[in-house]
Structures are given as C-alpha cells and as structure tokens.
C-alpha cells in the first residue's frame, strides 16, 4: 500500500513563490510516475506536472515557465517548485503516484494566492 504525504501549501502574494512536496511511502516510487494536479472551487481536477521515473517532465500550458516538477528517488519525494503565482493558482493541489494500472493521490494541501 502506498501513502502520499503533501506539504508545503499556504497562502501567499501573487508574484511570490512555494514549493510543495509529497512523500511516498512503499518500494514503488522510484519506477513510478509522480505528478501534480489541481482543484479550484467549483471546477474539474486538472493536471499541472508530471515527472516519469527517468526524469522526462510534462506541463499543462497554464504553467509552463513558472513551475517546474522535480524528484529525489533517495527521499522519496517529488517537488513542485511554482514561481509567479498568480490568483488563478488557487486550488488545492494533489500528489498522485501512477505505477499502472495502480494510481494513489494523496489528501492535498491549500494554495491560495492573494494579495
């Protein structure tokens, strides 16, 4: 069974900057694709980033040049460094590990950007 822990959410300006991060527990997480996604009040979950276990990373167009997804196989942990956050961030962003046909998320954690 796998867990997904994220943390790193908040509330911040726009123009400013978080990184979030997700721990995996379990054996599968270095073979797994890791990535991000989003949930605003009211809309669909939609993907933000994904990273593959070899590295290649994939981007919805909304944050591309602003965020950027990365992993450390030795932690167990993948990051979502996000840079020029603006309101239309806001959601509560998601942690899901794909190692098909098996996928987990995790609980999510607030991002809220406002001046």
């Known amino acids: 069974q796998v867990q997904l822990v994220e943390s790193g959410g908040g509330l911040v300006q726009p123009g400013g900057s978080l990184r979030l991060s997700c721990v995996a527990s379990?054996?599968?997480?270095?073979?797994?694709?890791m990535g991000w996604y989003r949930q605003a009040p009211g809309k669909e979950r939609e993907l933000v980033a994904t990273?593959?276990?070899?590295?290649?990373?994939n981007y919805a167009d909304s944050v591309k040049g602003r965020f950027t997804v990365s992993r450390d196989n030795a932690k167990n942990t993948v990051y979502l460094q996000m840079n020029s956050l603006k309101p239309e961030d806001t959601a509560v962003y998601y942690c899901n590990l794909n190692f098909w046909p098996e996928a987990y998320w995790g609980q999510g954690t607030q991002v809220t950007v406002s001046s």
């Open positions: 379990g054996s599968i997480f270095s073979i797994s694709t």
């Open positions: 990273i593959t276990s070899g590295g290649s990373t």
